[in-house]
């Protein structure tokens, strides 16, 4: 480990001194965690974050066409073998990205640990691996499930998984790995600290799994077993639907570098990002970005609108196609967010508006790196019910409701 003079040198080269102000304060092992934490910062990243800000502009879209329900219903049985055959050869992986926290829940637990249940416990993550085992079950083989953490919940989320016995999944089979953190500035690029002793780091966006899988050496595992398709999905869908043999198969036989799960827009100006093409590449458009245009374009073939299908981030990716483009740049993305930080009198200030900026890569950009995509519509009640907020859209109620529906006893 660097020294305290190396460290200073650093940061008077980087002009990021304040990190040190409340150095001499510390106790040994604090002083020793912060420096630890001051030489893992990946300063790059903020440099190139702060550069880009307004310049990640978009190229020309146009609609990519989904595989309608109704297209799927013809080939499934076709579709059903060879997902079934690449899953029980062990080609498939299954990635959780589960590095967030249950805060606009009211938890300080990792999200995965919520308890929807109303009778009894149900959680999360009960819920997501459930679902992972429905097609263990299917395929009579275990699929390789890798839980991707942060230094924010990853002893936690190991620990419950371990005394909940991994909701009877075998442990043999499940690796976790932590997400790369990057650190929080002010407007100024200034990195704050969150506490005297520690830098105010959050996860690098959901575009980092695959970065983060290569630099923590889980990409082993990925290796070793020959796993040749990787399921990327989020941590708050609890009906997410993961390894699906039929959608697997789908994406194999149309011969594209990924699948994309989507659902019909529920209106025309639904707050969802859409697939499409950029630049003749498989994209993500956002709903912002849509402008009147767009969201009234009609398909001449189906007479539906052609920017139609959203994305519930459930990505099928092909692991060649990963690796090809492992060492290119990904456009960093500058967000706006509340940031815990310590002021100049050594207080610990919780804002209640944004003040600063995070520095995320998204997963819709590695999209934009593949040569080819599948959007696969799925039906919007069987496979999508997000949990983000305690009530109204995307909650823990309608996340409940979804589930009575579908039969799931809470």
Known sequence: MKSYEETLKLLQDKGQTQLLKYYDELSENEKEALL????????????????AMGKNERGSFKPLKALRIEDIEKEKDKDLE??????????????????????RLGSDDPKGMY??????????????????????????AYIELFIMTSDKNHDKTVAFLKE??????????????????????DRNGKIYLEEKGRVSTSPNGNGGWFASMIRTGAIERVKSTGIEWLNVFAVDNVLQRIADPVFVGATINHNCEIGAKVVKKAARDEKVGVMCLEDDKPSIVEYYELDDKMMDEIDPETGERAYNYGVI?????????????ADMNMPLHVVEKKIQYVDDKGAVVKPEEPNGYKYESLVLDM??????CLPFEVKRNYEFAPVKNKTGVDSVESARALCKENGIEL
């Open 36 to 51: 630890e934490q001051i030489n893992n910062i990946d300063f790059d990243v903020i440099d190139a974050g702060i550069a």
């Open 82 to 103: 060879t997902g079934l055959d690449a899953i029980k050869n062990g080609k498939v992986g299954a990635m959780l990205l589960a590095g967030g926290m249950g805060t």
């Open 115 to 140: 308890n929807i249940g109303l009778t009894k416990e149900v959680f999360i993550f009960q819920r997501i691996i459930e679902n992972l085992l429905d097609v263990v079950n299917k395929a009579g």
């Open 164 to 185: 909940k016995n991994y909701f009877g999944y075998d442990e043999k089979h499940i690796t976790f790995f932590k997400q790369e953190m990057a650190a929080a500035t």
């Open 313 to 325: 981030l459930n990505y099928l990716f092909n692991v060649k196609a990963l690796f090809r483009v």
């Open 367 to 372: 999209i934009h790196m593949m040569d080819s």
